[in-house]
């Protein structure tokens, strides 16, 4: 099967900190990378595409300089929340893709931010 | 935009019933996947059928798509308090192999 690795599952930290979180494919080169935000009983929404090697793409109302997204390897993506308030609180999950067509979205375990 | 949206919201049967689950969408799709989230956990991908399937199988699951109704179901069958969960149908829409859209979720309940 395909793993995808999210860490750190929880983090709790004080407003105007900056939070990293990280996403690695253990066993597959993900050429595309996305990261969400998902809002307690309600449904993923799309905050950014990431390709290996290129600039992430952003989702409308999605603010880029708020969220930096790196994805340097084709194993690994990072989502830096800069500066974040306890609005920024919320659930994140990572996703990653294989080439080609018709292939399924295979989703870290999320991470918790929480902000004081 | 919201493109999939599933139907019931909430459902609670008792182990050994059939569930069903259905989902909508208004544009047009590649494919059409179903995925299962379990409270405060990431996604599994449960089954991909293409635009040009009908009909798809695995295991207990069981999804069809009526492209002419823009619309999507998906039966457990035998269902198990194991199952509980939350279920969402996402859409690739035509054109595009990656980015989905993901409906608001079934969250299902088992009652052993």
């Known amino acids: 099967g395909a793993v995808v690795s999210q860490h750190p599952s929880r983090v709790i930290c004080k407003s105007g900190t900056s939070v990293k979180i990280e996403c690695r494919s253990l066993d597959f080169q993900a050429t595309t990378m996305f990261w969400y935000r998902q809002f307690p009983k309600q449904s993923l929404m799309l905050m950014a595409t990431?390709?290996?090697?290129?600039?992430?793409?952003?989702e409308q109302g999605v603010e880029k300089d708020k969220f930096l997204i790196n994805h340097a390897s084709l194993t690994l993506s990072t989502l830096t929340v800069t500066s974040a308030h306890p609005e920024d609180s919320s659930f994140y999950i990572c996703?990653?893709?294989?080439?080609?067509?018709?292939?399924?979205?295979?989703f870290g375990d999320g991470t918790r931010l929480s902000i004081l | 935009s919201q493109q999939g949206e599933e139907d019931p919201q909430a459902l609670s049967i008792q182990e050994g019933e059939n569930a069903t689950m259905n989902c909508s969408y208004k544009?047009?799709?590649?494919?059409l996947q179903w995925y299962r989230q379990n409270s405060g956990r990431g996604l599994v991908h449960l089954i991909l059928?293409?635009?040009?399937?009908r009909e798809k199988h695995s295991g207990r699951l069981r999804v069809t798509l009526d492209t002419s109704k823009k619309s999507s179901s998906l039966l457990i069958t035998a269902s198990r308090a194991a199952d509980t969960a939350s279920y969402f149908c996402?859409?690739?829409?035509?054109?595009?192999?990656?980015?989905?859209?993901f409906g608001k979720g079934t969250l299902l309940t088992v009652n052993p």
């Open positions: 544009t047009s799709i590649n494919n």
């Open positions: 990431s390709n290996e090697g290129s600039k992430a793409t952003y």
């Open positions: 059928i293409r635009s040009n399937e």
């Open positions: 996402a859409t690739a829409p035509s054109g595009s192999n990656y980015k989905l859209t």
């Open positions: 996703s990653a893709t294989r080439r080609g067509s018709n292939q399924p979205q295979h």
